[in-house]
């Protein structure tokens, strides 16, 4: 399983977030998350876990594909 990056980034446009604003919440750096974003990094461990601890409430199947 990997990151839905495409949800993920409906989610953050959704919120009214910018790259920046996402990245502070999860504890990352812009650069962070603009990799995973642009497909230059995969999810790792730590990214992964912030995610779905800023995401709480939305389904893992969601979250992953």
Not at 4 to 20: A, C, H, M, P
């Amino acid at each position: 399983m990997k990151l839905n990056k495409d949800y993920i980034r409906e989610l953050v446009f959704k919120q009214g977030w910018s790259q920046t604003e996402f990245a502070e919440k999860l504890g990352m750096s812009r650069a962070e998350v603009n990799r995973f974003f642009n497909g230059r990094r995969t999810g790792g461990s730590k990214l992964v876990g912030n995610i779905i601890r800023v995401f709480y409430n939305v389904p893992m199947n969601k979250l992953f594909i």
